[in-house]
């Protein structure tokens, strides 16, 4: 897929991340999804590898119903018993990877700090990716495994009352979308929706996006792919729903508070700040953080700058407050 030049001036990159990103050059002209499937797994797989290793978690493996047959789920426990004795926080996390790849290991790592430090227990599903999957299928997939959870939560340890929608990139577009369907048809009770970084506009028509055409791990060229192969022809069309891209929604009147973050040097940015004024306008309590000079997946790229520990505390900062019951 041929990509148009950058739009300038624009942001640029933070000084503490420039070098690695030079060094991952920038990214294909052409995207293929076998092809992004192999360098997902790449750089997820040692993670995956790291969490199944840390001896201070539980991860249990099961299978669950979903809308075409069974899926795979994990749960992650903290190894000790509950600060409180009694129920512990959930988190139902959607994985990303551009709708097209990775798996619910995917970003999961960071379960095991949810465990140490909010004393929380994890599900993350598989759903469908595309372009196997398209359409509704996906967000069908996530929704299938919330209302799984919400079934089962005391079995699974879960306090009903604290329990967070997660998703991060990909998986924030469905967690946002996952969100609307729980408003729409009903669900469980959601303390609070996590959007990092989120991926919820397939028109690829904002500034941002124009911006950041190019440039490595993930730019609007790629974006554009990843949509298609949900969407098809559609991408870009009036004929897409809010369920398949979470920017369509006229109302987000009713979704519980919400935490979005994005970096200022990526696509999404525009789009993000959009649908947290959007909130705003519709009554929902949100809080938006926009992270000077970091490209998408800064906090992956280049975990140990400023601005990927400051990202990470103000995430852990705002469940907690949302766990306490405190938004």
């Not at 991860?59 to 190894?79: D, F, H, L, Y």
């Not at 009036?238 to 369509?248: F, K």
């Not at 306008?281 to 970091?294: F, K, S």
Request: aromatic residues 8%.
């Amino acid at each position: 897929m041929a990509r148009s030049a950058d739009r300038k001036p624009r942001p640029a990159y933070d000084p503490a991340i420039e070098s690695v990103l030079k060094a991952l050059g920038h990214g294909p002209d052409r995207y293929e999804v076998d092809k992004v499937r192999r360098i997902s797994a790449c750089r997820t797989q040692p993670l995956e590898a790291a969490l199944l290793a840390d001896q201070s978690v539980r991860v249990e493996n099961i299978t669950i119903p979903g809308p075409r047959g069974s899926m795979q789920a994990s749960i992650v426990r903290p190894k000790t018993d509950s600060h409180s004795k009694g129920l512990r926080p959930g988190i139902f996390y959607v994985h990303g990877g551009a709708l097209i790849s990775c798996n619910r290991f995917a970003g999961l790592d960071t379960s095991a700090v949810w465990a140490r430090d909010l004393d929380a227990i994890t599900i993350s599903v598989d759903y469908g990716l595309a372009p196997e999957h398209t359409g509704e299928q996906l967000v069908n997939d996530c929704y299938a495994g919330l209302l799984w959870t919400e079934s089962k939560l005391t079995q699974l340890g879960i306090d009903p009352s604290r329990l967070i929608l997660y998703g991060t990139s990909a998986g924030g577009g469905l967690a946002a979308a996952t969100a609307l369907m729980v408003r729409d048809k009903g669900g469980p009770e959601l303390c609070g929706l996590f959007l990092e970084c989120p991926m919820l506009d397939d028109r690829n028509e904002t500034v941002s996006a124009q911006q950041y055409t190019s440039g490595p791990f993930y730019n609007s060229t790629m974006n554009r792919f990843a949509w298609t192969c949900l969407l098809g022809d559609r991408a870009g069309t009036r004929d897409v729903s809010q369920y398949e891209a979470p920017a369509r929604a006229a109302d987000l009147e009713g979704l519980p508070p919400t935490f979005l973050d994005c970096a200022s040097a990526e696509p999404f940015r525009d789009e993000i700040v959009l649908f947290a004024s959007r909130l705003w306008a519709a009554g929902v309590c949100a809080e938006l953080h926009v992270w000077p000079g970091g490209p998408h997946g800064y906090d992956r790229i280049a975990p140990d700058a400023p601005i990927s520990k400051q990202a990470r505390e103000a995430r852990l900062s705002w469940l907690r407050r949302a766990l306490a019951r405190g938004i």
